[in-house]
């Protein structure tokens, strides 16, 4: 598997794989619908230094998970990197092809941006394969957000945010 920088080329291959993680209701925040050829533009701007996508790819060249996140755009927020979303074709998720981006994304945020101190990212409180994956990670649950996320039957859900504090800053 190689992790990179995700490139206008990647376009149509990130389409496809946000649709294919958005078809199952508990996964990302977007629902199939919502993942326009607009809005994967949009992810593909996000470049340093204001923010880091990058992509992981497997032997044959398929991407098959995508990790993000970026500045608020603001200059009193310049240290924190948010609105982290990660995800795994449901293929590969539990091969822990997740976690090998995390990890990447993690040491690029370290040896790249040297003025980011936090990253931040909420979660459902129902999705305990990932609250376990950021924990592992050395990120730390900041509260919760009471009935934030409305699921796609109608029910709501309590949403985590969690923040990791980047060592040494």
Do not use: C
Not at 102 to 109: D, M
């Amino acid at each position: 598997m190689t992790i990179r920088p995700a490139t206008p080329a990647d376009h149509a291959q990130l389409l496809a794989l946000h649709r294919a993680v958005a078809q199952d209701p508990n996964g990302i925040a977007r629902t199939p619908d919502e993942i326009t050829d607009e809005y994967v533009a949009s992810l593909l701007t996000i470049q340093p230094p204001n923010g880091l996508q990058l992509v992981i790819q497997n032997e044959a060249g398929e991407l098959i998970g995508e990790i993000h996140a970026a500045k608020y755009g603001l200059h009193i927020f310049d240290h924190i990197l948010t609105h982290l979303t990660i995800m795994v074709h449901p293929d590969w998720q539990g091969k822990g092809v997740g976690k090998a981006l995390f990890n990447q994304f993690l040491v690029e945020v370290r040896a790249n941006f040297p003025e980011v101190r936090r990253v931040e990212l909420e979660a459902r409180a129902s999705n305990e394969a990932s609250l376990g994956l950021y924990r592992s990670l050395g990120f730390i649950q900041e509260g919760v957000y009471r009935n934030k996320t409305r699921n796609r039957d109608g029910s709501f859900v309590d949403s985590i945010p969690m923040a990791y504090a980047v060592p040494g800053r």
